[in-house]
């Protein structure tokens, strides 16, 4: 069984359970592929690649009803917010984005930069609003506020917090949709020196299987950067919800490199192969 495009939330949009995020060499030929494969997803990211930018220009001249276009800022003041947004339209020469995702916001934002976000919506330039946090906990006062439709979580086989301080509060009727980042831990969880005794590491496919695996996940963000490593990725769709013997073992394995890997080793050992100007060296996964 593999996974179909499901219904983001309270937003209604048909998307791609696999999204492909811009954060190392995702290219304009990646994009297209990417399309092709069923997957309209796209998260333009804290990294812009440019690559990236020239594949979703491309692909909304022909199909760009057919996309979802998440667009990440930090901006934490409104002016900031709006010029960076009307930059990101002229640069993909688009009308709106679909998303528009304030980046880690582990507080409340500012009401400024909310109202600011709110007028972009209003004026037709952003039509939906998303977060992202790395504080779980935060996520309840987002809920109960209903302040966003899209949230961007970190879950993971080695962290998965989220199935109890997030999902659980999930309600049943107007829900947000559901955003999964870091589903390999930066790689942390492919390198064979962090695996058990006689363990061998799971693929991107499997983590991006676990996430998918569980009903509160809409969405995993994958981020290759190397066409091999799209479509090894992409398995992942026709894989379909893993077996609870799989589940079983991706929960073992994360388990045992949380607790003997530390999240900030695997964080900075990705951050530091990035090449600003272009991608990043093989085995490098979000």
């Given at each position: ?18 999204g492909?995020g ?65 930059k ?17 916001h ?16 209003e ?51 107007d ?31 499997d ?45 073992r394995i994360?388990?045992?490199v949380?607790?003997?890997v ?18 990043a060296?093989e085995?490098?996964?979000m």
């Open positions: 069984m593999s996974f179909d495009k499901v219904t983001l939330g309270r937003t209604g949009l048909k998307v791609s359970r696999l492909v811009s954060f190392y060499g995702v290219d304009a030929a990646m994009v297209e592929e990417a399309m092709e494969r069923g997957v309209n997803y796209f998260y333009w990211g804290a990294l812009r690649m440019p690559g990236m930018a020239k594949g979703i220009h491309r692909m909304a001249k022909k199909r760009r009803s057919d996309m979802v276009l998440a667009m990440h800022t930090h901006a934490r003041f409104g002016y900031g917010l709006s010029r960076l947004i009307q990101g339209l002229r640069k993909l020469d688009i009308e709106y984005i679909d998303v528009l995702l304030l980046g880690l582990n507080k409340r934002p500012s009401q400024r930069l909310l109202d600011t976000a709110f007028e972009l919506r004026k037709g330039l952003v039509r939906w609003l998303g977060v992202s946090a790395h504080n779980r906990l935060i996520f309840r006062e987002y809920l109960e506020e209903k302040l966003f439709d899209i949230l961007h979580v970190r879950y993971n086989a080695a962290h998965r917090g989220a199935e109890v301080e997030v999902f659980p509060l999930l309600p049943e009727t829900r947000p949709g559901i955003v999964s980042l870091t589903n390999t831990r930066w790689g942390g969880l492919l390198k064979p020196k962090n695996m058990p005794e006689h363990e061998t590491p799971p693929t991107a496919s983590c991006y299987r676990f996430v998918l695996s569980h009903p509160d996940a809409d969405v995993a963000i994958c981020a290759p950067n190397s066409m091999k490593q799209l479509k090894e990725d992409l398995q992942a769709l026709q894989g379909g919800p893993m077996s609870e013997d799989e589940l079983a073992r991706m929960r994360g388990d045992y949380h607790e003997r530390p999240a900030i080793k695997d964080d900075l050992g990705a951050i530091r192969t990035i090449r600003w100007r272009g991608c060296p085995q490098r996964r």
